[in-house]
């Protein structure tokens, strides 16, 4: 019996935990855009398992450290292009890009 409830109690703190991952893990997708200098700054994007790599007009209209703040695990700016890693909402982010343009 005492197994039992010590089972019960680990599932409900297993529970607990991934629910409360999983709102974490959301980004608002709007001000993602925002971030990036809008929606016409933005030429080209690509998802990389967990990358979002991004092509833009002009690098310096990204705000970076609201994009970090936003849930961004890194960030890493080649020329004009920000390679920002976001894990599984890269694919998400991408194709709701595309849909905006």
Not at 40 to 56: A, G, P
Not at 76 to 85: A, D, H, S
């Amino acid at each position: 019996m005492e197994y039992v409830i010590i089972l019960v109690v680990l599932l409900i703190i297993l529970l607990a935990v991934l629910k409360a991952n999983k709102k974490d893990a959301s980004i608002d997708l709007n001000k993602l855009v925002e971030y990036l200098g809008g929606k016409d700054n933005i030429i080209q994007t690509e998802s990389k398992l967990s990358r979002f790599i991004v092509t833009l007009k002009d690098v310096k209209k990204a705000d970076k450290d609201a994009i970090q703040k936003l849930g961004a695990k890194g960030i890493v700016e080649i020329n004009n292009q920000l390679k920002i890693i976001l894990g599984s909402e890269s694919k998400q982010l991408k194709k709701y890009i595309d849909e905006l343009k």
